[in-house]
């Protein structure tokens, strides 16, 4: 199944929240026991819980890549970066139903690739196609990419949220997460319920609504 969690803040340098992210991570350990990875820089932070199904090796996350295409995985089952020099970063949890059509899209573009998982096709394609990746995937995802050239994060989901993004701003705070417990173990998010969430839940749940992504 697989779980992500981060936040960003361009406001102060949160390289020594690693035990925050940790912690979040922690609560997504059903939805991935077979690996955990993180990354932090000064702005950002990433993690991702893993559960194996193709490329034990090569679909490591959160992975990474430079501009120039090359693909730097870690080996250790906790895969703990701090401060990794790398252009791209993604923390991603689906299935891409037309990676196929996407590889050999990048192929012909070329794009190389080291492993045989879906994450870097959709990597490379967001490298390639920009916010625009969205338009070109047919599947169920939920994802972030930081762009540590430009400072950006970039995050989506399906369209129907079969894969589930949760998320709130605090403190300049951008938090978010696959399961909503995740968010309550960042200091200072409070569990608040009101009528809209109850029908969010109880009318479509585990799915939600667009409209309905911050709390």
């Known amino acids: 199944m697989c779980g992500i969690v981060g936040f960003v803040n361009f406001e102060k ?19 991935g026991p077979d690996e955990e990875g993180y990354y932090i820089n000064n702005h950002v932070a990433l993690a991702h819980k893993r559960l194996i199904v193709i490329d034990p090796e090569g679909g490591k996350q959160p992975m990474s890549a430079s501009s120039n295409q090359s693909v730097s995985i870690d080996k250790p089952k906790t895969n703990m970066l701090i401060n990794y020099n790398s252009n791209f970063i993604i923390s991603y949890n689906g299935q891409i139903y037309n990676t196929n059509e996407l590889r050999k899209t990048l192929e012909e573009n070329d794009f190389t690739f080291d492993t045989h998982s879906d994450t870097e096709v959709l990597l490379k394609s967001y490298i390639f196609y920009g916010n625009d990746v969205v338009k070109h995937l047919n599947g ?12 950006e994060l970039f995050v989506a989901r399906d369209h129907f949220g079969v894969k589930p993004f949760f998320y709130t701003i605090i403190d300049n ?9 995740a968010l309550f173990e960042y200091p200072g998010v409070e569990k608040i319920l009101d009528s809209q969430g ?6 479509i749940g585990p799915a939600h609504t667009p409209r309905y992504n911050y709390i």
Not at 13 to 27: E, F, G, H, Q, R
Not at 173 to 181: D, L, N, P, R
Not at 198 to 203: D, M
Request: glycine share 2%; net charge positive; proline share 0%.
């Open 173 to 181: 705070s951008f938090i978010f997460a696959s399961e909503i417990k």
């Open 13 to 31: 340098d949160i390289t020594n929240s690693k035990n925050i992210l940790i912690n979040m991570n922690n609560t997504l350990s059903k939805r």
């Open 140 to 151: 169920i995802f939920s994802f972030a990419i930081w762009n540590s050239s430009k400072e």
């Open 198 to 203: 109850i029908s969010e839940l109880f009318g």
